[in-house]
């Protein structure tokens, strides 16, 4: 890698520290002010949760498991410890010593992505980047030699100058709104973004016609590519899969076809271990599969309703988030995930509850920015495979392992 590009590297490596250093800086003052309160807690309940913070992993998932098991909330568990009784604080107080502990969270997620991204020895980020540009280096000088970049960053800027003024939230004197906060009506509708992509679909035709006409090389081996990639979406035959549905109680050979199905390489490994479980758990295991296929199938055809709804621009209101499954399944994710108890013993709460939705939609600055999009409008809920992940999950996980020790030991082999 040539010296200009190390250079870019750590330009980057330092911007995202930077702006990771300006969360962290931002979350620190939260502290402080909680600590400063008029109303604050003793100080001894602050640092049993600074202590806190310095233990292991190991020692905060068993702190998360005794809260779910004893329905007592984690600041409980954690106060309880230290001989502290989470009982004699008020209201507030409790609130206050949740919000700093989830302020104190915040901040180390945000200094262990630093150091993943910015810290890490081996250089971990500038390897990966490497690789990359050593794959893609043949493609880009042939793109280079194929078009004129000059016009075609003019027009990646025009681009970008019209999608930030949509993007932008109008501000208070706009809205009219005192507390200058926006609502889903403020804010651009799909329909806008697509109007947008219409209006600069000219400068990407000019963009591929020029690299299709004098890029000959990038588009031989582009058509190659996806010639390809489209074979991995071709159906397996009816009598392969009746082949592989027969073979699958035994667990695949070295010399197996492995002809890509519905989890492609991967599924002579997974029919094997649903058949190597007890009759009773793999019945419940194919039924929970069975259940997820229906809701993804369900999703899908409300995203492609929705598509053609956009495209076809005939929703009088406009459309407030568009197609796709992923907007979908990452609101489940969030739903689903379990959060710690409101007060010191009660039940565990989920991200559906109103009072963690509106408490999640505050900034690093403390800035309340709540903006409920309401992505569950017509969409199925997502069926419970708890059973699915505890089952398979950690037989799943060996064969990763084993997978990449195996990719690993090739690679070394391949070097040597």
Not at 133 to 143: F, K, N
Not at 157 to 179: C, E, H, M, R, V
Request: proline share 6%.
């Amino acid at each position: 890698m040539c010296s200009f590009q190390i250079f870019n590297i750590l330009i980057a490596r330092r911007i995202v520290s930077t702006v990771i250093g300006w969360d962290i800086y931002d979350l620190s003052k939260q502290t402080s002010k909680k600590e400063k309160h008029k109303e604050a807690p003793p100080k001894e309940y602050f640092d049993s949760i600074k202590d806190h913070m310095q233990k292991s992993r190991e020692h905060h998932e068993s702190i998360r498991s005794w809260s779910r098991e004893n329905f007592k909330s984690i600041l409980a568990v954690i106060f309880e410890q230290n001989s502290l009784d989470p009982h004699s604080l008020s209201e507030e107080q409790y609130e206050i010593l949740q919000d700093f502990l989830s302020v104190n969270l915040s901040m180390k997620d945000r200094k262990a992505i630093e150091a993943i991204i910015c810290q890490q020895q081996p250089d971990v980020l500038t390897q990966a980047i490497r690789e990359l540009v050593e794959a893609y280096d043949p493609i880009i000088r042939g793109v280079h030699n194929a078009y004129d970049l000059s016009s075609g960053l003019l027009d990646l800027q025009n681009f970008l100058d019209d999608f930030i003024k949509l993007g932008k939230p109008p501000t208070a004197s706009k809205n009219g709104k005192p507390d200058g906060t926006s609502t889903p009506q403020d804010l651009p509708k799909v329909e806008d973004y697509v109007s947008l992509l219409r209006k600069h679909i000219p400068s990407v035709h000019r963009f591929l016609h020029s690299v299709a006409k004098n890029g000959v090389d990038v588009t031989r081996e582009y058509r190659e590519y996806v010639k390809k990639a489209a074979t991995h979406f071709r159906p397996p035959h009816k009598s392969h899969s009746k082949h592989a549905k027969s073979e699958s109680s035994s667990p695949p050979s070295s010399t197996s076809s492995m002809q890509p199905e519905a989890a492609g390489a991967m599924t002579p490994y997974l029919s094997t271990m649903v058949s190597h479980l007890p009759t009773a758990q793999r019945t419940l295991v194919l039924q929970q599969l069975d259940d997820h296929s229906a809701y993804l199938t369900a999703i899908d055809c409300l995203s492609r309703d929705r598509l053609r709804v956009i495209l076809s621009g005939s929703s009088e209101e406009g459309t407030r988030y568009g197609p796709g499954l992923y907007l979908a399944r990452w609101q489940n994710l969030i739903d689903s995930t379990l959060i710690t108890p409101k007060t010191p013993v009660g039940p565990v709460r989920t991200g559906r509850d109103v009072d963690v939705r509106n408490r999640a939609g505050v900034d690093v600055s403390g800035e309340k920015k709540v903006i409920d999009l309401n992505l569950e409008e017509g969409v199925p809920e997502a069926p419970d495979v708890g059973n699915v992940v505890e089952l398979l999950g950690p037989k799943f996980r060996e064969l990763l392992d084993d997978a990449s020790r195996k990719s690993l030991h090739y690679d070394r082999r391949g070097k040597e």
